[in-house]
């Protein structure tokens, strides 16, 4: 019996299968030091928006044979993310697992790339995608930040979420963020999700109001139970409010923010053309950690699968 590969969709409602999709992303993790899974990607499959899928290789003869998981995916809504089990990579398995992950996808289809791995890079330019946002995951130690000082103007003040803010907050995200495809399309539902996660804390999301007590920007910040580092989740301000250094004191306040909730350093993801933000994390001492690229496949409307 020759070595085969299979693609499965597990059941999460079975313990055993649900564990067989994580073990994968977790071994990925503890060797790359990175999430091959972007927190959108597991909203999205633990909701069913998107469907997990599981790479088998069974190996052996026909009367005892031997299966296990060597890779995952979650595919659905034009979007792709996928891992191949670091014990089990450079063998093809990656090759033979997108080629039938593609079967199954037609139209314009995207896929993240976390980490910028080669192999992945190589995948993509095999099958056609081609690099369209670069995201870069920037990290600072806390404590002693440069350029990152200063009052609230008169009037301001910054304070916490509140029940009720959901709606005004998501209105302003959506303002702030118009152009952004993810971040930009987040709705109260979306809010709410994220809200029954147990790592959510309201005293987390920094809400800097106007004299007439107008949200005019925040700063959530995330603190995970287990992990050193924070994260400056999201961070906008109104462009009607641009350049009065108001981003610059939001962030400041969120830096506190993890210092008081006991982390040693804080992370953040920001578009790498995004070139006022960039600037300012950069200037307050953060530096370049990770590199995540989303590669797009644009589909040929003669390509004569689109149309079978």
Not at 20 to 29: E, G, K, T, W
Not at 36 to 52: I, K, T, W
Not at 162 to 171: A, F, I, K
């Amino acid at each position: 019996m020759s070595d085969s590969l299979r693609l499965s969709v597990p059941d999460f409602g079975d313990q055993a299968q649900r564990a067989s999709f994580f073990d994968v992303a977790a071994a990925a993790i503890d060797v790359d030091g990175y999430d091959p899974f972007n927190e959108q990607a597991r909203l999205d499959v633990e909701s069913g928006r998107r469907s997990p899928i599981v790479v088998r290789l069974t190996t052996g003869d026909a009367t005892e044979p031997l299966e296990r998981p060597v890779g995952a995916a979650i595919l659905g809504r034009g979007e792709l993310d996928f891992v191949i089990d670091p014990l089990f990579r450079g063998k093809g398995y990656g090759e033979q697992s997108v080629r039938g992950l593609l079967a199954t996808a037609r139209g314009t289809l995207t896929a993240w790339s976390h980490g910028d791995h080669p192999a992945a890079r190589r995948l993509a330019e095999r099958h056609g995608f081609m690099p369209v946002r670069t995201l870069l995951h920037l990290v600072a130690p806390l404590g002693g930040l440069p350029g990152v000082t200063g009052a609230l103007p008169d009037g301001y003040s910054i304070g916490t979420m509140r029940p009720g803010d959901e709606n005004e907050w998501v209105e302003l995200n959506a303002r702030i963020f118009d152009q952004h495809p993810e971040q930009g399309r987040l709705t109260v539902d979306d809010l709410r999700a994220r809200q029954a996660e147990p790592w959510f804390d309201a005293g987390d999301v920094l809400m800097l109001r106007d004299a007439s007590g107008t949200l005019v920007g925040y700063d959530w910040v995330k603190v995970e139970p287990e992990s050193p580092e924070g994260e400056i989740y999201v961070l906008g301000v109104d462009a009607a409010l641009a350049g009065r250094g108001l981003g610059r004191l939001l962030l400041r306040a969120g830096l506190d923010r993890l210092a008081a909730r006991g982390r040693s350093q804080a992370g953040l993801y920001v578009e790498a053309d995004n070139e006022g933000a960039v600037h300012l994390y950069r200037s307050a001492g953060f530096v370049e950690h990770t590199v995540d690229v989303q590669y797009r496949r644009a589909i040929d409307p003669q390509d004569p699968f689109i149309h079978s």
